[in-house]
């Protein structure tokens, strides 16, 4: 069974980057027909999708985010990262990592989330 664990640091100043990694165990990241998303959740509000990144390495992004978002990779840690820039309080939310299959938007596991919180 596929496994994943998001890391990163929890609390944040506005204007800085926020940076998250997801580390997967039980399957490659580079599974063909696999996508890897991140979404959140900010507080008392439903789930907002952030973006995702194929098994080649391509990404895509929501519109409203697009500006300040990256996704990234490590195939040899099985890992990708969310790298979100000049982050404000509305960027407050907890942070999932979420595998789909076989289409972007066919969720199956998901970690647990992180809280990250932007505070000055």
């Known amino acids: 069974q596929v496994q994943l664990q998001e890391s990163g640091p929890g609390l944040l100043k506005p204007s800085q980057t926020l940076s998250l990694t997801c580390t997967v165990s039980?399957?490659?990241?580079?599974?063909?027909?696999?996508?890897w998303s991140w979404i959140r959740q900010p507080p008392e509000k439903g789930l907002e999708w952030i973006g995702y990144?194929?098994?080649?390495?391509?990404?895509v992004y929501t519109p409203s985010l697009k500006s300040r978002t990256s996704i990234s990779r490590d195939t040899s840690k099985n890992q990708f990262t969310l790298q979100l820039s000049s982050v404000t309080p509305e960027d407050t939310a907890v942070y999932y990592c979420?595998?789909?299959?076989?289409?972007?938007?066919?969720?199956?596991?998901w970690g647990q989330g992180t809280q990250v919180t932007v505070s000055s």
């Open positions: 979420v595998r789909a299959e076989p289409a972007p938007g066919d969720f199956g596991s």
């Open positions: 039980g399957g490659s990241i580079s599974t063909n027909n696999v996508y």
């Open positions: 990144m194929t098994s080649s390495g391509s990404t």
